[in-house]
C-alpha cells in the first residue's frame, strides 16, 4: 500500500473508471487535491464513508451495488478562503495582506513583491521621517501606479502630534490608494481626513471613496469607533479648518471611517496579546449590531498568531475576510532587516518573545512584543522604564544607576547621548525639545527613547557590535512558522521569498480545510490529511 507520506498528489487521477476508496490514504490523497472535486461516498454494510474522485466535476455517478454518494465537495482554491468583496474593493486575487513594519521593514521591494503575487502588501511608514516615507510611495506609484496590491500605513503618534497630519499630507497629496492605520486608541482628525477627502455622492446613490482604510485594532470600542462615520463634532472642525469641503463633510455621515477591520491579535509590535478566537467573535458582533442599525457591514480580518497553514486555516473557517501576517515576513528577503537580524529570528521558538517598553508611547508605559531570544534589548529597555518611574529627571538619578545606564545600555555617556537626541529632534519636531527644557522628566524620556529607537535601526543595520541590543518585533507565531518550514524549501532564510511565504501559507490553509471538509463529512481521515510541507510555488 502506498505510504501516507508518500502517495503522491496525482493519485486521485490516475488512468482507469474511479473508484471509491475507504482507506485512510483514498482520503488523504482527497485532502492534499483541494483543487479536484471529490464525492463523498457512503457504504452500507458499515456504514464507512469515503472518497470518489469526480472527474466530471459536479456529476452525480450512479449508486454501486454497495455504496452511493451522500455529497460532493468542489474544487477549492486559496482565492475563495476569504471574502470576494475584499478581493472586489482591493482588486487583489488573494485574501491576504503582507502587514506593515515599521521603521521600512515592509520594504518598498516587499509591497512590489506582494502586490505582483496577488497579494495586498503594507509599506511600513512607522517611525519613518517623512522624506522617506515620500520617497517610497513615488516609488511604488511608478512601479505599481494606480494598480492594485498596494497600501501604506500611518501609526498613531500621541508623543509627535503633527507627524499624523504630516503624513496624512504624504498620503493624499500622492493618492495612495489604500491606508492601514494601526496602534490608534482613538479616532484621531488625521484619519478622518483620509477617509472622507473627495469622498462623494454618485447619481445612483452609492458613495465613492478615493482611499481606502483598513484599520488593526484590538479593543471593541476602537473598532467601533473605526465602523462608525465620523463624529460630527470632528467633521465640523474639519470643515472649519478647511481640511474637508461642504460635500465631503454632508456626505460623511453616510461614510464608516474603515471599510475593513483587521482584528489584531497576539501580534509582534503593538499588541494587546488577545486570542484571536476570543477577539474575532466579539468584532463579528459588533460589525452585526452596527449593520442592524443600517450602517454597511465592515469586513473583518485576522492579524496576529498566524504562522502556519493550520493558523491561517482557523482563521478564515472562524469567518476572518482576509488575513495579515508580519512576524514572518521578516525572515523574508525583501524585508529590510540586516542577515544577522533575520538569522535571530529563524531560530525563534513559539516562547521566544517578551513584551517591552514601546519607543513611540514611552511615556504612556505601552509595551511592544519583541524577541527574547539572542537579545539583551528587552531586559534594557525595561531598565529604562524602572528609572523613568522611580526618578524625576536625569539630575536625580543615583550615582551607581547612572553608571549602569551609561556603561550597558547607552554605551556612551548621558551628555553624549543628548547632543544626538537634541539633534535627531531639532530636526525632527523641535517643540519635544521646547517640552524638555520646561520638563526635566520629559528630558530624561527623549533620552531613553534615543535607546528604544536605535535599537530597532541597529537590527535594520546589522551593526554586530550592537547585536545584543537588536530590538525585533515578532510574536509566537515566527517560532510556529520556523517549526513548520524546519527541513523544506524555506527552511534557509535566504529561500524565504513574501511570495513563497505567503503561497505555501495559503495553499497549505486549503488543504487543511479540505482535511475537516472530509472530517465533517464524516470520512474517516488520518492525521497526515492535516499535514501540509511547504514547496516551491510559481
Known amino acids: 500500500m502506498t505510504s501516507l507520506r508518500t502517495a503522491p498528489p496525482d493519485a ?208 471593541p470600542e476602537t473598532a467601533r469607533a473605526f465602523m462608525s462615520p465620523a463624529p460630527p463634532d470632528l467633521v465640523r472642525a474639519l470643515l472649519e479648518a478647511g481640511r474637508l469641503s461642504a460635500d465631503e463633510a454632508r456626505t460623511a455621515a453616510r461614510v464608516p471611517i474603515a471599510e475593513d477591520i483587521t482584528a489584531e491579535a497576539d501580534s509582534g509590535g503593538h499588541t494587546d496579546n488577545r486570542p484571536l478566537c476570543a477577539l474575532l467573535p466579539r468584532l463579528f458582533a459588533l460589525r452585526d449590531e452596527l449593520a442592524g442599525r443600517g450602517l454597511p457591514a465592515a469586513r473583518i480580518g485576522a492579524a496576529g498568531g498566524l504562522g502556519t497553514p493550520h493558523a491561517v486555516a482557523a482563521a478564515f473557517a472562524a469567518g476572518a475576510a482576509y488575513v495579515v501576517t508580519g512576524s514572518v515576513n521578516q525572515t523574508a528577503v525583501e524585508a529590510g532587516v540586516s542577515e544577522e537580524a533575520r538569522a535571530l529570528l529563524a531560530g525563534a521558538d513559539l516562547t521566544d518573545t517578551v513584551m517591552a517598553p514601546a519607543a513611540d508611547m514611552f511615556e504612556l508605559g505601552v509595551k511592544v512584543q519583541v524577541l527574547s531570544r539572542g537579545t539583551m534589548f528587552a531586559r534594557r529597555a525595561h531598565l529604562l ?34 547632543r544626538e537626541t537634541e539633534h535627531f529632534w531639532r530636526e525632527r519636531d523641535p517643540r519635544e525639545l521646547d517640552r524638555a527644557a520646561a520638563d526635566p522628566r520629559h528630558r530624561m524620556a527623549l533620552l531613553f527613547r534615543w535607546y528604544l529607537g536605535q535599537s530597532s535601526r541597529w537590527a535594520i543595520a546589522g551593526d554586530r557590535d550592537r547585536r545584543l541590543d537588536f530590538q525585533l518585533w515578532c510574536g509566537p507565531a515566527i517560532g510556529a512558522f520556523n517549526h513548520w518550514v524546519a527541513g523544506s524549501c524555506l527552511a534557509a532564510p535566504e529561500a524565504r521569498t513574501v511570495a513563497a511565504i505567503g503561497r505555501n501559507l495559503l495553499e497549505g490553509a486549503t488543504v487543511v480545510t479540505r482535511a475537516q471538509q472530509l472530517r465533517a463529512a464524516g470520512v474517516p481521515v488520518p492525521p497526515e490529511a492535516f499535514a501540509f510541507t511547504p514547496r516551491p510555488l510559481a
Request: proline share 10%; aromatic share 6%.
Open 12 to 219: 486521485l487521477t490516475s488512468p482507469g473508471p474511479p473508484q471509491p476508496d475507504f482507506t485512510p490514504c483514498g482520503a488523504l490523497l482527497a485532502a492534499h487535491a483541494p483543487g479536484s472535486p471529490v464525492h463523498v461516498v457512503h457504504r452500507y454494510e458499515d456504514g464507512v464513508r469515503g472518497v470518489l474522485p469526480a472527474p466530471d466535476g459536479h456529476a452525480t455517478p450512479p449508486a454501486g451495488a454497495d455504496w452511493r454518494v451522500v455529497g460532493t465537495l468542489p474544487p477549492l482554491a486559496p482565492e475563495w478562503l476569504g471574502d470576494a468583496a475584499f478581493l472586489a474593493a482591493h482588486r487583489v486575487r488573494l485574501p491576504y495582506v503582507v502587514g506593515e513594519m515599521a521603521n521600512g521593514i515592509a520594504t518598498g521591494d516587499m509591497v512590489a513583491a506582494a502586490a505582483r503575487a496577488g497579494m495586498l502588501g503594507v509599506f511600513g511608514a512607522a517611525g519613518l521621517a517623512p522624506a522617506r516615507i515620500e520617497k517610497e510611495i513615488l516609488r511604488l506609484r511608478r512601479e505599481l501606479g494606480d494598480g492594485p496590491g498596494w497600501a501604506v500605513n500611518l501609526i498613531h503618534s500621541p508623543a509627535e502630534r503633527g507627524m499624523e497630519d504630516t503624513v496624512a499630507d504624504l498620503l493624499l497629496a500622492h493618492r495612495v490608494p489604500t491606508v492601514s492605520v494601526s496602534a490608534f486608541m482613538e479616532l484621531t482628525p488625521a484619519v478622518a481626513r483620509l477617509a472622507l477627502t473627495g469622498v462623494r455622492e454618485l447619481p445612483d446613490g452609492s458613495v465613492r471613496r478615493p482611499v481606502r482604510i483598513i484599520a488593526k485594532v484590538s479593543r
Open 385 to 418: 522604564y524602572e528609572l523613568y518611574q522611580s526618578y524625576g529627571s536625569l539630575d536625580d538619578l543615583p550615582a551607581p544607576a547612572r553608571a549602569r545606564l551609561e556603561r550597558d545600555v547607552l554605551r556612551a555617556t548621558v551628555e553624549q547621548v543628548w
